[in-house]
């Protein structure tokens, strides 16, 4: 051999083409997917298809059943938003609340010598209640569910508590349809005020009554 | 068999430089390949150039040790053996025909073809010098 540099220079230039062969060959990051076939192409996009409409199936039927909770949600929120309410009424009308809407307020003045017997008050709130009275008030004390009253000597004993005239008698509840009841003839208005009683009323859009032991 | 001190430390020397050369052609066509994104039927293009190179320098060795190496001959059969096999690559992709095949049976069979006749003139002068 003529040059041995030759010699080397080829040998050099053999591995140095060879070992570019095998790097450029293994290297699949500069492109795999235009590496890959139409047909591995076609079938990888299918396969997408196929996943995208499962997801798609997925998402939908998700959708549904959010909805479907969202609804139950929302009926068991107004089915609690009725019951907090009807609640709040009981209360209301069992006394262990404040009583408020619109009403009469009814004063009943007796001079000293007037004869009345016992139970005209208990008539009176009787009738009104029967007319439809929520809840009651003597000179601003609610009668409770077990209420009681009785007139004696110029006095009137509301549940026990000793009330002095004038009798001021608050009724929640439809105006008109106690104050008809209350008026009817030889009824209680009629007896009182045949024993020289002073009765004055007042509808009131708004009449409130204390919790009882407020 | 002697060898002598220098021609040890020659052959250690081309030893490292193929060692080293070859991770550098590996290294530079790990690069190429993420540079330039190619497709499978771009990558017999680099296929089939890598065959020319490697045919010229067989082609070469041959010629060398036959005491017939001309470096135009050797440089114009590079250039042109590449541009052919490249037109004939390109030409297969136009029409839809493997044409790379051709010049891969070509290139393919002159290096067998060169490595043999390489092959028997190293053993001939083997043997001459026993």
């Known amino acids: ?214 | 068999m002697y060898y002598s001190k220098r021609a040890v430390s020659r052959n250690i020397l081309l030893m490292a430089a193929v060692i080293l050369v070859a991770f550098l052609g590996f290294y530079a066509g790990m690069l190429a390949a993420k540079r330039f994104p190619f497709s499978q039927a771009q990558a017999r293009y680099v296929g089939v150039l890598i065959l020319v190179v490697l045919d010229a320098v067989f082609g070469g060795l041959r010629a060398e040790i036959q005491d017939m190496f001309d470096l135009t001959i050797f440089s114009t059969g590079l250039l042109i053996g590449s541009a052919l096999a490249l037109w004939l690559v390109y030409l297969g992709d136009l029409f839809g025909i493997d044409l790379s095949l051709a010049a891969v049976v070509t290139f393919g069979g002159r290096i067998f073809q060169n490595v043999s006749i390489i092959r028997r003139i190293l053993i001939e002068k083997v043997r001459r010098g026993r």
């Open chain 1, 1 to 214: 051999m003529r040059n041995r540099w030759l010699f080397a220079v080829a040998v050099l230039v053999v591995f140095f083409t060879t070992a570019f062969g095998i790097g450029f060959s293994r290297s699949a990051s500069g492109g795999a997917l235009s590496r890959l076939s139409e047909a591995e192409l076609a079938l990888i996009y299918s396969k997408n298809i196929e996943q995208m409409e499962k997801l798609q199936m997925a998402k939908q039927k998700l959708e549904t059943e959010l909805r479907q909770i969202k609804s139950g949600q929302e009926e068991k929120l107004t089915v609690l938003q009725k019951r907090r309410a009807l609640l709040s009424e009981l209360k209301a009308l069992a006394c262990d609340a404040r009583l408020n809407g619109p009403g009469i307020v009814i004063k009943i003045s007796t001079e000293e010598r007037t004869f009345l017997g016992w139970d005209w008050a208990i008539n009176l709130v009787n009738t009104a209640f029967s007319a439809g009275a929520k809840g009651a008030s003597v000179n601003g004390r609610r009668l409770g569910p077990r209420w009681h009253m009785a007139y004696r000597d110029g006095l009137l004993y509301v549940e026990g508590e000793a009330k002095s005239g004038p009798f001021e008698f608050a009724f929640v509840g439809n105006a008109e349809a106690i104050l008809s009841a209350l008026k009817l003839p030889s009824g209680v208005f009629d007896n009182l005020r045949a024993r020289g009683v002073k009765i004055e009323y007042e509808t009131k859009r708004d009449v409130l009554l204390q919790a009882c032991g407020e």
